[in-house]
């Protein structure tokens, strides 16, 4: 078994002072919990498949030790998450692909074109060592640069009732200068449906095509560092009221709001006679993004779960 060392300099650089003091206190609380890390460390080395996973991303030790995920989530919490997640996974989707997406790799689950100013927009599954304190895998809508416009980070983990539900752990859009006018011409490019929207929609597309049952949200209390308070750092945008505008629902825990697996679309009769062809249009692109979506995810997964 490695040592808590051994396993900190394959997360920390050393030769940065913030990564050394990061490495320091990374060790320390590793002997602090010494049980707890064994068990975790056990559980990938005692699979060949998980082993490699947490070779291409060892980051899957580091996140148990500290306050990742949602507020005030415990070491064993992290833990079982954790390992929720990556038997889901197994159980689920080609070992290959799992893996390549914990090598820094992407699936691609739908492209749309924008024209001469952005080219194109696509969708992709990934995780990134940045997103690490929110989740285990990402969609993010991408430019061809590959600057995210909207990304939404999650896990996904047995609720409660034993249920196999997505956890979302922060949504985040784009960071870049010119982002409002950025989101403001590819919202006119997706006939005025709003990128973080597109995001989300996409998302619950991602859960019923991996049969979950669920999707739970963190809300302003349940982000992970509880700092969207601070002036310095300050949400752009308030998770709370977002999930109650798409359809979501108060848990009992304050800390997370349930979502619906399928957004609620308005009849033709409730929609205004001027706005009937916008709509029309949106709806069509919605359903493409579905279909895509699923053609694209249920070619990677295991024969019995397609």
């Known amino acids: 078994m490695q040592s808590f060392v051994e396993l900190g ?56 030790t ?35 997406l914990y090598s820094d790799k992407s699936l691609k689950l739908w ?24 989740g285990l895998l990402a969609l993010m809508l991408l430019l061809p640069d590959g600057e995210p416009i909207y990304q939404i980070i999650f896990w996904i983990a047995r609720d409660k009732l034993g249920d196999w539900s997505m956890w979302i752990g922060a949504m985040q859009g784009p960071n870049m200068d010119d ?12 006939h005025s449906y709003r990128t973080k ?23 302003n209390e349940g982000y992970y560092a509880n700092n969207h ?26 800390r997370f709001d349930s ?3 399928n957004e609620t679309r308005k009849s033709e009769e409730e929609i205004p006679t001027r706005k009937r062809a916008v709509y029309r249009r949106r709806f069509a692109l919605l359903d493409e993004i579905d279909s895509s979506i699923e053609k694209n995810l249920n070619s990677v997964l295991l024969d019995n779960n397609s």
């Open 197 to 219: 929207n597109l995001i989300l929609y996409a998302t619950q597309a991602v859960a019923r095509t991996l049969d979950l049952r669920k999707i739970y949200a963190v809300t």
């Open 9 to 64: 300099k394959k997360i920390y650089n050393l030769e940065n002072m913030r990564e050394a003091h990061r490495f320091a206190v990374f060790v320390t609380r590793c002997a602090f919990n010494a049980r707890k890390m064994r068990n975790i460390i056990k559980f990938f080395n005692d699979n060949e498949f998980f082993k490699k996973i947490a070779e291409n991303f060892p980051y899957v030790y580091e996140q148990p």
């Open 179 to 190: 982002a409002k006018e950025v989101v403001k011409k590819i919202t006119k490019k997706c």
């Open 111 to 134: 492209k749309m074109e924008l024209g001469e100013e952005f080219q194109s927009m696509e969708l992709v599954l990934r995780i990134e060592p940045g997103q690490r304190k929110e």
């Open 66 to 100: 500290r306050a990742f995920f949602y507020h005030r989530s415990t070491f064993e919490e992290r833990i079982k998450l954790i390992e929720d997640h990556m038997k889901f996974l197994k159980a689920t989707i080609k070992p290959e692909i799992i893996l390549d």
């Open 259 to 261: 979502l619906p697996l």
């Open 229 to 254: 308070v601070r002036s310095d750092r300050k949400l752009k945008t308030s998770f709370s009221d977002f999930w109650i505008e798409v359809g979501g629902s108060h848990t009992d825990d304050p």
